[in-house]
């Protein structure tokens, strides 16, 4: 922070804002920094082969030494799935909840960080002292419990970074946002406040997680057979749900899916799940059963195609499979990108005589953030003086923010920022002052990487192909050796295309010749000729632009001799 910037707070958002998912906050004040979230985003088609993404931390590793901690608002992967990643180059303590904590674990087992991880549980009524930094936490309702919005008091005044939220007045676990400690907050004076975009392009409320189980117990009341439930493997709400109705329509409870069983043995354990263990039976005796006797827990609600619900809809599943008048019920939203991979899945369960239920045709799902009138109760609680939208894509940071200014709050008080937008809050004035290094970084499992050259070959890959031309030169005159070879993989057929390899042929005959041979190192000059007049090549031909891979040899002529 440079000399004429010491009276502010540095706010530094390196995910999140302009996307959703990879939710990742720093915020700065003289030789202190805390974090709040390190979440991935998952990958769709458009960076093929890649498992997720995570942000790019560079100015935290550059800034290591002011880190005092990283404090983790909830449980779900967009918030704590890079955690283990961030770990394994910041070595810094972090604070959660303890359901949070517990299910922070188990990837920080995976990626083998758990044994130098400094975790520390905390609850709502906690409060911590990082450098010049007082933290507290508000408890909030949103579609995983344990999530808290985090109370940060600078030197400047006090920042509220409400994380995912809603206002569920008839929470499943009978435990509604804290709404007074907004309100006191905001009758004390809240200088800045950050908080969720998700849901800014909806209106009204959103609705109570309660107000879907009229249409679950229907559902449970009318399903003759088999009844295989799809939902997020962290919907502890929502699971909680599918138990009451398992209890109250007397079937018994397999599961499947390694998240799901690993997340609901968890949240049994700590007490956020009533699970009777005598209606737990195993997956391979779920046969032994009535088809009306058992309800399945299943991933796969986004048709993610190892997931089971998705090997069960192909028929692949070891122990599962769907018969003609069974039941499915997806109970998630379709993110945004996935829609393809659920209709495919949703396609092969009807082909078996399966009815489907998902979110499009029935009132099963609920979401997990607040609509329109959820985000203004929130500013009006809080009475915020500055206003920063976070969470979601720019249009909806942009619609948040509008809200926020037909609520009074001037247009030079709300600032839309972006990730890598270096935002400094003042006594009088937050405004953007520049960017700071920021990026993905795309894992690819074990590999990581921040180049996007990678993932623009795969897709060039994928829609054009690639063409080998491979030429055997003389090491002294720099002639071709005989004939050159073109091999193609998934641009054209070579059997079926003879006219056009032939003159690919000659191109690449005629690019070695323009090359003045003279030393060895001009090897590297004939692959670049070679793929440039190609690429121009087939461009012109057949419109297609080929990954290009020249292999050149330089060999020494066999002398005979007599």
């Known amino acids: 922070m440079t000399e004429n910037q010491a009276d502010h707070v540095s706010i530094v958002p390196l995910g999140g804002l302009g996307e959703f998912g990879m939710n990742i906050m720093a915020y700065e004040c003289g030789d202190d920094i805390i974090v709040i979230d390190c979440g991935i985003m998952f990958s769709d088609d458009s960076a093929p082969g890649v498992d997720f993404i995570i942000p790019d931390i560079s100015y935290l590793v550059q800034n290591e030494h002011k880190i005092r901690a990283i404090i983790i608002t909830h449980a779900h992967e967009d918030h704590m799935g890079g955690l283990s990643f961030f770990l394994d180059q910041v070595n810094v303590p972090v604070y959660g909840t303890e359901l949070t904590l517990a299910f922070a674990k188990e990837r920080l087992r995976e990626n083998k960080v758990l044994s130098k991880s400094n975790l520390n549980a905390i609850t709502p009524d906690d409060s911590l002292e990082l450098g010049c930094f007082k933290l507290e936490f508000i408890h909030m309702t949103h579609s995983i419990p344990s999530t808290l919005a985090v109370v940060v008091r600078t030197p400047v005044g006090v920042i509220i970074h409400t994380s995912d939220f809603k206002f569920d007045p008839t929470p499943v676990d009978d435990k509604p946002s804290e709404i007074h400690k907004l309100a006191a907050l905001g009758e004390k004076g809240v200088s800045l406040l950050l908080s969720d975009s998700t849901n800014a392009d909806r209106p009204g409320v959103t609705p109570s997680e309660r107000s879907i189980y009229s249409n679950l117990d229907n559902i449970f009341q009318n399903a003759e057979q088999r009844l295989f439930i799809c939902t997020f493997a962290s919907s502890l709400h929502r699971i909680q749900q599918f138990i009451d109705l398992a209890v109250k329509h007397r079937r018994l409870i397999a599961i499947s899916g390694r998240s799901m069983i690993g997340n609901i043995n968890t949240a049994t354990e700590l007490g956020y799940l009533d699970l009777p263990h005598d209606l737990l039976i195993d997956l391979k005796d779920a046969k032994r059963f009535e088809p009306n006797e058992t309800m399945t827990l299943c991933t796969g609600s986004q048709g993610e195609p190892r997931s089971a619900m998705s090997l069960i809809s192909r028929g692949d599943h070891t ?218 090549f087939f461009r012109s031909q057949t419109a297609q632009t080929p990954i290009i891979l020249p292999v050149v040899m330089s060999v020494q002529p066999v002398v005979e001799i007599q």
């Open 319 to 536: 122990l599962l499979h769907i018969d003609s008048g069974d039941t499915v019920l997806i109970s998630a939203r379709q993110i945004p990108g996935n829609e393809r991979e659920i209709r495919k899945m949703i396609g092969h369960i009807l082909r078996r005589g399966a009815h489907v239920i998902h979110e499009q045709n029935d009132h099963v799902h609920v979401s997990g953030h607040g609509a329109r009138e959820d985000l203004k109760l929130m500013l009006t609680l809080t009475k915020p003086k500055f206003f920063i939208p976070i969470h979601g894509e720019y249009s909806n940071l942009i619609q948040h923010a509008e809200l926020a200014e037909s609520l009074g709050i001037p247009n030079q008080n709300v600032t839309v920022a972006e990730t890598g937008d270096l935002i400094l809050l003042g006594d009088d004035d937050c405004y953007i002052d520049g960017k700071v290094q920021s990026g993905v970084v795309f894992v690819d499992g074990k590999l990581m990487t921040t180049e996007d050259i990678v993932v623009r070959d795969r897709c060039q890959l994928a829609t054009n192909g690639m063409v080998i031309p491979v030429v055997v030169i003389n090491q002294e005159t720099g002639k071709i050796l005989g004939t050159p070879e073109i091999v193609s993989r998934g641009f054209v057929h070579i059997d079926v295309s003879e006219g056009l390899i032939a003159e690919a042929k000659e191109v690449v005959a005629k690019a070695v010749e323009r090359v003045n041979f003279d030393l060895e190192e001009e090897i590297d000059l004939i692959r670049e000729e070679i793929r440039s007049e190609l690429k121009r």
